[in-house]
């Protein structure tokens, strides 16, 4: 087998999404009970998807001739922005919601960034239904645009409440206040992620969406690895150390709460 740098990066993709896997999904199953599951489940549906887009791009790359092959493999090399996007807006709901969840402004921002981020899912999911139709690659990228300007916009809104909140850290439990800290430091490799995919839709038009230098399967895949599987991959560890954290604390307060009871029984 042929090792180019595009099967080079999907290799160490596939190995080192083997273990995030499962770590994911037993974060995500013990953390369900939890709301809100915007937090748990996101991490687990990438790690599962970057494992399998690993696997295609190395299929893909024996096998270029094979149209349909190149574009599933492209959706799912795209796709990665959307399910990180959805896991930063739970942890925004869970300290929002826990600290001040009866403000209805924040009920509303929280309401109208998920429908942005639905919206722009959608949008890229139409955009993708037109790949490898070069009659309507102007279609498609326009599609693209928009939804990574509500991706955009929606990432913006999210890091400007973190920021918001790291300034106001006396009003937030002592619990919370380390989602906040972590959040801001995912939002800078999330940013150049979202960079990577807004690069990518700027500079394609026409019939070159597929083939530009910035796509994922036919451009650098050195500018894909460094703007695009690192920083998922940092933002993913992120999420994992915090479900894990959750998970931790979550347990503590139940052994907190059942001794209370034990001990208001044991005086009755």
């Known amino acids: ?130 790949a490898g139709q070069p009659e309507f690659a102007n279609t498609q990228s326009t599609l693209s645009k928009a939804a990574y300007s509500l991706f955009s916009v929606a990432l913006v809104a999210l890091i400007a409440s973190f920021i918001g909140l790291s300034l106001n850290q006396r009003r937030i439990a002592p619990a919370h206040r380390l989602y906040v800290r972590w959040a801001l430091v995912a939002a800078l490799p999330l940013s150049v992620r979202a960079a990577y995919g807004i690069i990518g839709v700027a500079v394609a038009s026409g019939n070159n969406i597929l083939t530009s230098s910035w796509s994922p399967l036919f451009g650098s895949a050195t500018a894909f690895g460094l703007m695009a599987l690192l920083p998922e991959y940092i933002v993913l560890c992120i999420y994992i150390y915090l479900s894990a954290y959750h998970l931790h604390t979550a347990k503590q307060e139940l052994a907190v709460e059942g001794r209370t009871k034990q001990g208001s029984s044991d005086m009755s």
């Open 1 to 130: 087998m042929a090792i180019n740098s595009h099967t080079a990066a999907a290799i160490a993709e596939v190995v080192l999404y083997v273990p995030m896997v499962p770590i994911a999904l037993y974060l995500m199953i013990r953390n369900w009970r939890y709301r809100p599951r915007t937090a748990w489940y996101p991490p687990a549906a990438f790690s599962a998807i970057r494992f399998a887009g690993g696997i295609m791009t190395i299929v893909e790359q024996q096998n270029q001739s094979n149209r349909s092959l190149i574009i599933a493999t492209i959706v799912l090399l795209n796709i990665g922005l959307i399910p990180l996007l959805m896991a930063f807006l739970g942890y925004a709901r869970l300290v929002l919601e826990h600290n001040f969840g009866n403000n209805q402004r924040v009920k509303t921002f929280l309401r109208l960034i998920k429908i942005c981020i639905l919206v722009a899912a959608g949008l890229l999911g139409a955009a993708g239904g037109y």
